[in-house]
């Protein structure tokens, strides 16, 4: 399984990014997908995940109203949609998979089965 995220970068305050994660190696029926963030020194924080062709999607109360998530099947993507972008928002943002197991909550790392590699997120003040 890999999972590879791009499309970090530098933005102002306000401004918006555009994140995806190309996931391979396996199917991902029934899988969530989940995006988290970590600054140094600090834990990985959950920002949003969606259960793939189901569409249940959370969000963190910190990014709800600012931050969508999406899937493209045909493509086994999933984007994260970051508009209303806060210096605080400002992280090395990983996606990762989780497998549908019962009693998952998809709002921890540890509910998590692969992490694809960090990309950063800039925002500027």
């Known amino acids: 399984v890999q999972l590879q995220a791009f499309g970090g970068g530098l933005a102002q305050a306000g401004g918006s990014l555009r994140l995806s994660c190309a996931a391979s190696?396996?199917?991902?029926?029934?899988?969530?997908m989940g995006w988290f963030r970590q600054t140094p020194g600090k834990e990985r924080e959950f920002a949003g995940s969606?259960?793939?062709?189901?569409?249940?999607?959370y969000y963190s109360d910190s990014v709800t109203g600012r931050f969508t998530i999406s899937e493209d099947s045909i493509k086994s993507t999933v984007s994260l949609q970051m508009n209303s972008l806060r210096p605080e928002d400002t992280a090395i943002y990983y996606c990762?998979?989780?497998?549908?197991?019962?009693?998952?909550?998809?709002?921890?790392?540890?509910?998590?089965?692969?992490w694809g590699q960090g990309t950063q997120v800039t925002v500027s003040s």
């Open positions: 969606i259960r793939l062709g189901r569409g249940t999607i």
């Open positions: 990762a998979a989780s497998m549908p197991y019962l009693g998952r909550n998809y709002r921890t790392p540890d509910d998590y089965d692969y």
């Open positions: 190696g396996r199917t991902f029926t029934g899988y969530s």
